[in-house]
């Protein structure tokens, strides 16, 4: 390959400086329809079907409880049912209730879900962009997509 051949196919920089304005403007727009999201959505009881968090977290939380004190990964210790649909999550947030204690746990898997959520997002931007390279505006939008329809 030339020099001629690989300048011809790398893009401008005008190209890519427009791909990065769409990129933030897409992180942007996620992040303001997260915070839409916790302010009208789930993140208060009296404005949706869903509570402070759903049964299947609690389920989790008292199996990292159970396992931490030593009875294994059991909802009730004597009964071995497993009654978890989520191992790996059950390993982390056993990991976490480790570190904060079970009265924090809450708050700090909050905090964990967010931040796993919020990584999501460019991967989507960037995902879209590896589909549809020739659609810029793609990868703008599918974050605020995926912030959206989580």
């Known amino acids: 390959m ?3 051949q690989s300048t011809a196919q790398a893009p401008s920089h005008g190209v890519k400086a427009r791909r990065h304005a769409l990129l933030a403007c897409g992180a942007a727009m996620a ?5 839409l999201h916790w302010r009208y959505g789930q ?10 968090g759903s049964d299947d977290a609690y389920i989790t939380y008292r199996y ?9 990964p059991v909802f009730n210790p004597g009964e071995a049912v497993e009654g978890y649909s989520n191992p790996l999550y059950l390993i982390v947030v056993t990991a976490l209730m480790a570190a904060v204690g079970p009265e924090q746990v809450y708050a700090a898997s ?10 999501t997002l460019p991967m989507l931007g960037r995902l879209a962009g590896r589909v549809a390279p020739d659609k810029p505006m793609l990868q703008a939008i599918a974050p605020l997509f995926g912030a959206l329809f989580p």
Not at 31 to 35: I, T
Not at 43 to 48: E, P
Request: charged share 5%; glycine share 8%.
């Open 2 to 4: 030339t020099i001629a």
């Open 31 to 35: 992040l303001a329809a997260v915070w």
């Open 43 to 52: 993140g208060w009881s009296h404005r949706s079907a869903h509570a402070w």
């Open 64 to 72: 990292a409880v159970n396992l931490l004190q030593g009875w294994g």
């Open 110 to 119: 909050v905090a964990l879900n967010a931040l796993a959520f919020a990584a």
